[in-house]
């Protein structure tokens, strides 16, 4: 009876834990370079929005995921504002394989932070003076798996299909 009860104490340590420790945001900047005067234009803004998802061990077990967007809006080739934000979290994890952490910290991650950023980026848009920018869901597991393809294809010595810098994703308004 012992033995199956210490065989159920070790099967329990062993079995994966994943936690959030803290959600907040890193850093944010607003910038309206053409205030007062961009308040007058009547065309709508076009919009460009870049996103990019990063990770750092802070200890064995604990590492930080951040996101980080950059919205620039534009009305008759000036610059109506842009703003830069990075959410991010500390995570803790034990019993979780190296590959399953990347896949994790790509894809779990990224998805529990990025709505407590599209919120920031919404309020501070909106505060600014100019209606918000609701930004798009995004399907953090479709981009991991275009970005290991890609990864794949430099690695075989061909021309990635992706036409981007490699530092970031551009995504559609």
Request: charged content about 15%.
């Amino acid at each position: 009876m012992a033995d199956e009860q210490q065989s159920a104490g070790e099967i329990g340590e062993q079995a994966a834990q994943f936690s959030i420790q803290r959600i907040y945001l890193k850093d944010m900047s607003l910038e309206l370079p053409n205030a007062p005067q961009i308040f007058l234009e009547a065309s709508a803004p076009s919009v460009e929005i870049q996103l990019d998802i990063t990770n750092e061990t802070l200890a064995e077990g604990v590492h930080e995921t951040a996101v980080r967007v950059t919205v620039t809006a534009k009305m008759a080739e000036k610059v109506a504002f842009l703003i830069e934000a990075t959410q991010a979290g500390i995570f803790t994890s034990q019993g979780i394989g190296a590959d399953q952490m990347e896949a994790v910290a790509n894809m779990l991650c990224p998805s529990i932070i990025y709505p407590y950023l599209r919120s920031n980026i919404a309020d501070a848009v909106q505060r600014s003076g100019f209606p918000p920018v609701h930004l798009a869901e995004i399907n953090f597991e479709a981009l991991y798996q275009q970005r290991l393809a890609e990864q794949q294809t430099q690695a075989a010595g061909q021309q990635p299909a992706s036409t981007g810098n490699g530092s970031g994703i551009i995504l559609p308004h």
